[in-house]
């Protein structure tokens, strides 16, 4: 399978609790994007990185959020001292850069604080 | 903000039946994609489009962009159960990171036999 992989498919965490989700891109795939999906809504942007850098993150954002991706390749969302706020499902994209603003989804990480 | 507005939110039909699902916005797109969801599952693309008035057709979907590249719509012919799931509009903005799409609050499907 080449598509967007992610991981864990799903978490639950207690509140307070640190998760960290995985995304691997489309080999090819220079851009990474990571989105957010809360039920009942369409996905909204959280951060892109080109190649290494993170070039541009959204006010949803937040300080207890982090996302890296050191090598170009893989992709880490970090949440910090979860709240029940952040139930969603987490979802990573990628593209290849300014390709028709064609981008693929993964299948998602649903993750769920209680 | 860019904001895309779906309609309708919700649609339940029989199998055979024609449907068409709606996009708009008051602000320009460079491009429009359409993606469909299934319960628990990444959106899926099913097409782009980039230029004002363009139509694509895929199978019995056909897309439209409008003129104005502030709307677009998607029509299925003879749905099938198949087709029931969440259809989702994403638009690319002008002169923006040309990547970072905003999203339509979705269009539930229902197909029944």
């Known amino acids: 399978d080449t598509g967007v992989s992610q991981d864990p498919r799903h978490k639950i965490t207690k509140r307070g609790q640190n998760v960290t989700f995985r995304c691997d891109p489309i080999s090819e795939h220079n851009r990474l994007y990571w989105y957010r999906q809360t039920l009942g809504q369409g996905p909204e942007f959280l951060t892109y990185f080109q190649n290494e850098a993170q070039l541009e993150k959204s006010r949803l954002l937040s300080d207890r959020f982090s996302a890296e991706r050191p090598k170009g390749s893989f992709s880490t969302l970090e949440i910090q001292r979860t709240e029940q706020g952040d139930s969603a499902m987490y979802l990573c994209?990628?593209?290849?850069?300014?390709?028709?603003?064609?981008?693929?989804f993964g299948e998602g990480s649903w993750l769920t604080v209680v | 903000t860019q904001l895309l507005e779906q309609s309708p939110q919700f649609l339940s039909i029989q199998e055979g039946e024609n449907l068409t699902v709606y996009c708009n916005s008051s602000?320009?797109?460079?491009?429009l994609q359409w993606y469909r969801q299934e319960p628990g599952e990444g959106p899926v693309l099913l097409v782009t489009?980039?230029?004002?008035?363009e139509v694509k057709k895929l199978k019995r979907l056909t897309f439209q962009f409008g003129d104005a590249r502030k709307d677009s719509s998607l029509h299925i012919t003879a749905a099938q159960p198949g087709d029931t799931g969440l259809y989702l509009c994403a638009g690319g903005p002008m002169g923006g990171t040309a990547s970072k799409l905003t999203f339509g609050t979705g269009t539930r499907l229902q197909v029944t036999l």
């Open positions: 489009v980039v230029t004002g008035g």
């Open positions: 994209a990628s593209s290849v850069r300014d390709y028709g603003n064609t981008i693929y």
């Open positions: 602000s320009v797109f460079s491009s």
